[in-house]
């Protein structure tokens, strides 16, 4: 009762009390400054000063949640005496810090609207003058730190703004708009790269606001803006370097450089949204400017810096003074153009500037990389001028031509560095690009761009096989354009006949067939001398990689018409399906299948590598052929890459990085081709005589011996697509087969990994010969959490539709994804058993073991995973086999299975949620034809067993009225609270219970009971209920 009274009258004087909080402050602030002349006063001074960040520190905790009208009241006096103490330099941190969480306060609109004073007169002028004085005071920590929670205080304001204009408060813009305008973008242009960054959500939502956005003010404020862009997306501010004003405010906001790249790289991105919006209001403002900054450093002289890039000497590093302006100017051109085509009709393009611009760009020539690759980049950007001008596509062909064979130092036989293998694999994908995005435009340049590729085909050594496959996708993509059934596929005959005539030689076929010979043919099975430089059998490795590589991009690339009618008199229609839906054939069919049987050859002998007597066979500098790539081991553990690696480096430094690279590479694309063939090939492929019994005896072999990381990419790259794609009728002859035995083998598999590292903690194996065996766990570890999230996956888009929102939808990245997960989950209730799903539950081998893998993955150690075979997954499984007849042991299985999930993964509120909300229904469901489910509970620890009686009446009983859903889980939640899982930091907290504080004022009652007792006489009841 004292406490529930001291509530209300906190409650009662809010008010009272907040203004009281800020007074004092200021009263101390007042006896400071005269004390602080006295050398002698100054303890008193200091003593006030900290009773008045006292003040601010309580009143912080008070105005979070207070009741807007207290903030608010007295016509905002707070407000005011808030923005007063902002040019106090002791206590303005403080102030700042209310002021910030006043102005992020949500709410109804109607209670925010008062907080439109602070765009008034006074409030501005103490904003920006305190602003001004912090930032005149230099590089003070104290005084950053002001101005980055001042900064915030701007960005909470123009939100406040966005929300409240144009909506149903009336309120209109203010008359010092302008002001806060300039405010702002003096924050935008502070040498604080993070002050910059910071600014950008909210000039992103003025731009976007319905209202605001057609203000003049704002408006006129867009050429600034951009202006100040063009500075901050130069990739300045390392912490390490001293060549820009913004290194020394990054030394106190970065631990490295690779923490800044990291910033700055979300930064740009952001920038670039931003800029994109802003050109949608006013696009000719953003061309004009882009193109001066253009013409600006088509002219400039480079200049590379104190330091030189390792690719060669006078090159720029990606430090270099040249090198950041011409990729910033890029970046900026990139995201002027865009919009502006989007937003300016057809007659209004500025045609003839953009032509000017773009010949100015072709005629540049320069021999650095980097420079190069900005290059490239805008011609691709000012290629939609060309759809205007059709005239200049033979120029653009032959830029890009000549980067496709670029070389720093012609014929060099030392290794090319990331930088000039950037540029080669730029101008092919922009090549692509440009075919697939503007066939039509490119379609009458066809033989030209064809002799073009035969003759840069005919040297075996010019280009890579990535390269070449690149160049002859681009081919494939236009030939898509001839809507010829017959002429498109003499064609892709003609294409693909280099690679038919090696790929079916009996050499070949004897070197796919075998293990020991393909070991022998790549060279893994040398001693090389000199591992830099030496590689007898490389020649070799690029024959198998250039028949893969073309496989995949013609599998990948030649399509059918998209029209029904232009396909039909194309002749690309085979046949009609039962309902009425065309057959298509794919002009590459006849070329694809017949290089069939030697890709699952290849795919068999790969996997049978990874047998222990076949790694034998691996020569001594070879041993390691087989292992992961260091690049790929960083990506996993998320570990960056040092800068200047990405682009001085060779891309493979010793012939062991090329051989790993080369049965990398292939692995995968050998499972793309497979992945493709059913979207591309259709019929063709899913009618082939065995496919499943070729495919089982192929991609399937020897798993045991196959690591997680060759396990995962066929899981996603071919497994997945190949049933996504498969048409219904094939299900039963293809897709059972091969899942059924797959989910059995995966779910043994990822079991037993998942019970060695559960008992990881408790074994110590002191025999451990590595290096660093602590990373090596964790890595192994990681790779287990990202195959298992794969097998769910797989499982999941194979069995489930999912007709509501998705949130979370995708296979996450590699990395922590603990914080991408929902806190408030409910399993949607729209998801239902797909067409396959059904069939594979029909199949009792096969449902269960997708039952018991789904169940079993609860109390796997991923709690992604865990929450999404939770909200997905399981009950849409469990609810097809409800009505048959399940077994007491397995329905306990399952009921425990949930249990465990949430002994694991109870901490995590979104995991939580899920599986409580699981567990509740399958004991709803399960527990009237059930009593063992009963039993199972008893065992909950801590569980109140006449509230499980009270619980199981309700449920049993069909004559009562059911309480409401909500309630009746909340009360199964509170049953099952026992085997919810706490944070390592919880679990032997000792609980503190604040007992209600006892009355002030004790009122003692009569005793009633005692007189009645005592006197007997006639009407003493009476008197009882007498008023």
């Known amino acids: 009762m004292r406490r529930r009274s001291e509530k209300m009258v906190i409650f009662a004087n809010c008010g009272i009390l907040l203004i009281g909080k800020v007074e004092v402050p200021q009263e101390q602030d007042a006896l400071s400054p005269p004390q602080k002349m006295d050398a002698s006063q100054e303890p008193k001074a200091q003593a006030n000063c900290r009773v008045g960040i006292a003040a601010l520190n309580t009143l912080a905790g008070y105005i979070d949640w207070v009741a807007m009208s207290h903030i608010t009241a007295d016509n905002c006096k707070l407000l005011e005496m808030l923005c007063l103490l902002l040019n106090e330099p002791e206590l303005q941190v403080g102030a700042a810090e209310c002021l910030l969480i006043v102005v992020s306060r949500k709410g109804k609109l109607e209670d925010r609207k008062p907080l439109m004073v602070l765009f008034g007169d006074v409030a501005m002028h103490y904003i920006l003058s305190a602003a001004q004085t912090a930032d005149e005071e230099g590089l003070v920590e104290k005084h950053y730190v002001f101005l980055k929670r001042l900064c915030q205080v701007l960005c909470s304001l123009g939100s406040q703004l966005c929300a409240l204009v144009g909506s149903d408060t009336d309120v209109e813009t203010p008359a010092n708009f302008g002001k806060y305008l300039e405010s702002f973008l003096a924050f935008t242009t502070h040498p604080s790269q993070f002050l910059r960054s910071s600014t950008q959500i909210t000039w992103g939502a003025l731009f976007r606001h319905e209202v605001l956005s057609r203000d003049p003010l704002l408006l006129a404020m867009i050429p600034k803006y951009l202006r100040a862009s063009m500075t901050n997306l130069v990739k300045v501010g390392f912490p390490s370097k001293t060549d820009s004003p913004s290194c020394e405010y990054s030394r106190f906001d970065f631990d490295s450089d690779e923490d800044f790249n990291y910033f700055f790289n979300s930064f740009r991105a952001q920038q670039g949204e931003v800029i994109r919006m802003a050109c949608r209001l006013d696009p000719r403002t953003g061309f004009q400017m882009a193109g001066e900054w253009l013409k600006y450093q088509l002219t400039s002289p480079v200049d590379i810096g104190p330091m030189n890039s390792k690719t060669g000497e006078g090159l720029c590093s990606i430090f270099s003074p040249s090198f950041v302006q011409w990729d910033a100017m890029t970046f900026f051109l990139e995201s002027i153009i865009s919009p502006m085509f989007r937003t300016l009709d057809k007659k209004e393009i500025p045609v003839s500037d953009g032509i000017e611009l773009l010949q100015l760009v072709l005629s540049f020539e320069t021999k650095d990389p980097l420079i190069l690759s900005c290059v490239l980049s805008n011609v691709s950007a000012l290629f939609p001028f060309v759809t205007y001008r059709p005239e200049y596509l033979p120029e653009v062909l032959s830029k890009l031509f000549a980067s496709v064979t670029f070389e720093v130092v012609e014929e060099s036989k030392a290794p090319r560095t990331r930088a000039v293998k950037n540029v080669r694999r730029h101008a092919c994908s922009s090549i692509i690009k440009m075919c697939r995005d503007y066939p039509q435009l490119v379609l009458p340049n066809f033989d030209m761009l064809y002799n073009h590729v035969k003759q840069l085909l005919s040297n075996e050594l010019l280009l890579t096989q990535m390269e070449k496959c690149a160049l002859m996708e681009a081919l494939v993509l236009i030939s898509n354009q001839f809507k010829d059934y017959q002429r498109q596929k003499a064609f892709l005959e003609e294409l693909m006949s280099p690679v038919a005539t090696l790929w079916l030689s009996e050499e070949m076929k004897r070197v796919l067939m075998n293990p020991e010979d393909f070991i022998r043919y790549v060279g893994a099975d040398n001693k090389i001398a000199d591992p830099v430089m030496e590689d007898p059998c490389g020649l070799n490795r690029s024959r198998i990689s250039f028949c893969v590589y073309t496989i995949l991009g013609v599998v990948k690339r030649a399509r059918w018409p998209t029209s029904p009618e232009e396909a039909k008199a194309g002749g690309f229609v085979a046949g009609y399906m039962p309902n009425g839906n065309p057959i298509y054939r794919n002009p590459c069919s006849v070329q694809v299948l017949k290089l069939l049987d030697n890709l699952l050859a290849l795919i068999r002998t790969h996997n049978n590598l990874y047998m222990p007597e076949m790694m034998a066979k691996l020569g001594e500098t070879f041993a390691k052929a087989l292992d992961m790539l260091e690049v790929e081991k960083n990506a996993i553990l998320g570990l960056p890459q040092p800068l200047l690696d990405l682009y001085d480096s060779p891309v493979y430094k010793t012939v062991l990085e090329r051989m790993q690279g080369f049965f990398c590479t292939l692995y995968d694309n050998c499972f793309h081709i497979l992945g493709n063939a059913g979207s591309s090939i259709q019929q063709d492929f899913y009618t082939i005589d065995g496919l499943a019994a070729e495919l089982l005896n192929s991609a399937f072999v020897n798993l045991n011996n196959i690591p997680d990381y060759r396990l995962r990419p066929m899981l996603r790259v071919f497994v997945k697509p190949l049933v996504l794609s498969c048409p219904p009728e094939h299900y039963e002859t293809l897709i059972c087969p091969i899942l059924g035995?797959?989910?059995?083998?995966?779910?043994?598999?990822?079991?037993?990994?998942?019970?060695?590292?559960?008992?990881?903690?408790?074994?110590?194996?002191?025999?451990?010969?590595?290096?660093?065996?602590?990373?090596?766990?964790?890595?192994?570890?990681?790779?287990?959490?990202?195959?298992?999230?794969?097998?769910?996956?797989?499982?999941?888009?194979?069995?489930?539709?999912?007709?509501?929102?998705?949130?979370?939808?995708?296979?996450?990245?590699?990395?922590?994804?603990?914080?991408?997960?929902?806190?408030?989950?409910?399993?949607?209730?729209?998801?239902?058993?797909?067409?396959?799903?059904?069939?594979?539950?029909?199949?009792?081998?096969?449902?269960?073991?997708?039952?018991?893998?789904?169940?079993?993955?609860?109390?796997?150690?991923?709690?992604?995973?865990?929450?999404?075979?939770?909200?997905?997954?399981?009950?849409?499984?469990?609810?097809?086999?409800?009505?048959?007849?399940?077994?007491?042991?397995?329905?306990?299985?399952?009921?425990?299975?949930?249990?465990?999930?949430?002994?694991?993964?109870?901490?995590?509120?979104?995991?939580?949620?899920?599986?409580?909300?699981?567990?509740?229904?399958?004991?709803?469901?399960?527990?009237?034809?059930?009593?063992?489910?009963?039993?199972?509970?008893?065992?909950?620890?801590?569980?109140?067993?006449?509230?499980?009686?009270?619980?199981?009446?309700?449920?049993?009983?069909?004559?009562?009225?059911?309480?409401?859903?909500?309630?009746?889980?909340?009360?199964?939640?509170?049953?099952?609270?026992?085997?919810?899982?706490?944070?390592?930091?919880e679990q032997f907290r000792k609980e503190v219970h604040i007992r209600n504080l006892p009355s002030l004022f004790k009122k003692v009652k009569p005793s009633v009971e005692a007189d009645i007792l005592d006197n007997s006489e006639e009407g003493t009841l009476i008197a009882l209920f007498e008023p």
């Open 741 to 985: 035995p797959l989910v059995t083998y995966l779910h043994m598999r990822l079991s037993q990994k998942w019970q060695v590292i559960n008992q990881r903690s408790l074994l110590c194996d002191e025999d451990t010969t590595d290096d660093n065996p602590e990373s090596q766990e964790m890595l192994e570890e990681q790779l287990v959490r990202l195959l298992t999230r794969e097998v769910m996956d797989l499982i999941t888009v194979s069995c489930v539709s999912k007709k509501g929102a998705e949130q979370n939808n995708a296979v996450a990245a590699d990395g922590d994804d603990d914080e991408m997960m929902s806190t408030e989950v409910t399993p949607p209730s729209s998801s239902e058993l797909t067409e396959l799903g059904k069939c594979l539950m029909k199949q009792e081998d096969i449902g269960t073991a997708l039952l018991v893998t789904a169940f079993t993955s609860l109390s796997w150690k991923d709690t992604l995973s865990c929450q999404r075979t939770t909200t997905q997954l399981c009950w849409p499984l469990l609810k097809q086999v409800l009505t048959g007849t399940l077994t007491p042991e397995a329905v306990t299985w399952f009921f425990t299975s949930v249990l465990k999930g949430l002994q694991m993964h109870g901490q995590h509120d979104g995991c939580m949620a899920a599986l409580v909300h699981l567990a509740f229904q399958i004991y709803e469901a399960l527990r009237p034809r059930y009593a063992e489910l009963k039993a199972v509970m008893e065992q909950v620890p801590e569980i109140h067993t006449e509230s499980l009686e009270q619980f199981d009446s309700k449920l049993l009983n069909p004559t009562l009225q059911k309480a409401a859903d909500k309630r009746r889980k909340d009360h199964f939640k509170r049953l099952i609270a026992g085997c919810v899982g706490k944070p390592l930091g």
